[in-house]
């Protein structure tokens, strides 16, 4: 038994590339397969792009605030400790390859985490809404440009547009779009792709069944479209991921892992920022943090006069704890989190510490999501990447554009159109070649990797609101 659980984590920990038809690669002394994934979504434009992508105030005007890239940077190191904590289970168990020490664990975990917001859209989780809003009117409305484009897409392609989410679209961008000439995009390790995969399925799955959605963390949701459904069921296959009894894909363990990490930190930075930015007070905080931190050895707050150092102790002594919750939920239930029979958060599994989390995301949709210049910046953002879904989708989606059309044409960023080596020509040649669902997603590729300001400023020019300097 023990053999064939080491035997299961050596496949569920394959260093293999994806797309990669190559063997036997080069592996370089002292740096392994995992710090190369680490270091290609590092230097990836997508990355440096969420720098001015929305955490939870949109266009701070404070430089204390987290953006999208600083709290993926902060989520990667939980989780490389969430990693290498669960590495070390494993070489306890003798489950670890012997090619591998619980670093690289760490390391793979950290790697998914790096990514696990990099196919958001601009403006966070609404500018998700503000694209499923679009497609669901436009598909609403026979006579919209789209909807005459894609009358013959299947209902199941539309619901790609319908529930956009950012998971998929973050499959998408490393599997596909980067590197978007050669198949597999970044060619990340089968190990770090399972391990950013929260949803394993696509768009027809997360639905099909309210009740089991209701049951299982890994239904809420979807993790890859179903252009990307092939790259992605590649992956899952070549892992050995599990499968329910009605074939759909259970998670990774490491996923869980990467979850973990993300939970833990957003729960309380958001009250952190919050809080530098004074639209909770620093005593609110301290109320709703110190029932976690004090699990830590009666732990107390230092005795400082300045409030941003007392908070800093406060926050990282709440991570800390809600870190060593999680990693011994997962050592506890680990046959289970291996044969995919664990179907739950692993913070929704800490007891009490998880009805004190509860309290912390509660607190923060009421007093911080619910601020007025947040309210009036993520309408604004709305608008704007409604309007640019308008624009760019009644130029690109349709086989032929009107004059106005050839223009948008001409501006739109040739390499979106390229999905393939073998696709070449004008661009007017490259939009041939794609159905109207893929025209759809070139258009929501380019939307979506989009900052927040430059979607603003977008916007305003090809509205006339603002000519170019």
């Known amino acids: 038994m023990d053999h064939e659980r080491a035997e299961r984590w050596k ?10 038809s190559n063997v036997n690669p080069t592996r370089l002394p002292g740096r392994s397969e995992f710090d190369r994934d680490y270091d290609r979504i590092m230097f990836s434009n997508a990355f440096r792009r969420m720098h001015d992508k929305t955490q939870v105030f949109p266009l701070s005007p404070s430089d204390h605030t987290r953006t999208r890239l600083t709290h993926s940077l902060e989520v ?16 306890v168990y003798h489950l670890l390859p012997d090619s591998l020490c619980y670093g690289d664990v760490g390391t793979i975990v950290s790697a998914a985490c790096l990514a696990h917001d990099i196919g958001n859209p601009p403006f966070g989780h609404s500018g998700e809404s503000a694209i499923q809003q679009w497609a669901r009117a436009q598909f609403a409305n026979a006579t919209s440009v789209v909807s005459k ?37 970044l060619r990340l390790t089968l190990a770090t792709v399972g391990a950013m995969m929260k949803y394993p399925h696509s768009s027809d799955i997360s639905n099909i069944d309210a009740e089991t959605s209701k049951h299982d963390v890994s239904r809420k949701k979807f993790g890859f479209f179903h252009d990307d459904a092939e790259l992605a069921c590649e992956a899952l296959d070549k892992l050995k991921v599990k499968k329910t009894a009605s074939e759909v894909y259970t998670r990774h363990p490491l996923a869980l892992l990467m979850e973990a990490a993300d939970d ?17 007070s620093y005593q609110s905080v301290e109320e709703l943090l110190m029932p976690i931190a ?25 991570i800390n704890v809600l870190t060593m919750a999680c990693e011994k939920v997962y050592k506890n239930n680990l046959i289970d989190i291996e044969a995919g029979n664990f179907a739950y958060s692993l913070i929704s599994q ?96 380019y939307i979506s990797g989009m900052t927040d300001r430059f979607a ?11 000519l170019p300097s």
């Open 11 to 20: 496949t569920l920990l394959s260093d293999e590339r994806l797309g990669d």
């Open 76 to 91: 990667s190191c939980v989780g490389r400790s969430l990693g290498q904590m669960a590495g070390k289970s494993l070489d």
């Open 149 to 185: 484009a894609i009358h013959d897409t299947p209902p199941v392609l539309r619901k790609d547009f319908e529930d956009f989410e950012g998971n998929a679209q973050g499959f998408r961008i490393f599997a596909k779009l980067q590197g978007r000439e050669r198949k597999g995009g």
């Open 264 to 280: 833990i930190c957003y729960a309380i930075i958001d009250l952190e920022d919050a809080c530098l930015l004074k639209v909770i």
């Open 294 to 318: 004090n699990k830590n050895n009666d732990f107390k707050v230092p005795d400082y006069e300045d409030e941003q150092t007392k908070l800093a102790v406060l926050r990282a002594n709440s």
């Open 350 to 445: 800490t007891g009490e510490l998880h009805d004190i989390h509860e309290e912390l995301k509660n607190h923060a949709r009421k007093k911080v999501y619910t601020n007025e210049r947040v309210l009036q910046v993520e309408y604004a953002g709305y608008q704007a990447i409604g309007g640019l879904l308008d624009i760019y989708s009644a130029a690109i989606v349709p086989d032929h554009a009107d004059a106005k059309g050839e223009k948008i044409r001409e501006l739109f960023p040739k390499h979106y159109f390229l999905l393939g080596k073998e696709m070449t020509g004008s661009p007017d040649a490259l939009i041939d070649q794609l159905s109207s669902y893929q025209r759809l997603l070139v258009v929501t590729d």
């Open 456 to 466: 603003v400023e977008l916007f305003q020019r090809l509205s006339g609101i603002k």
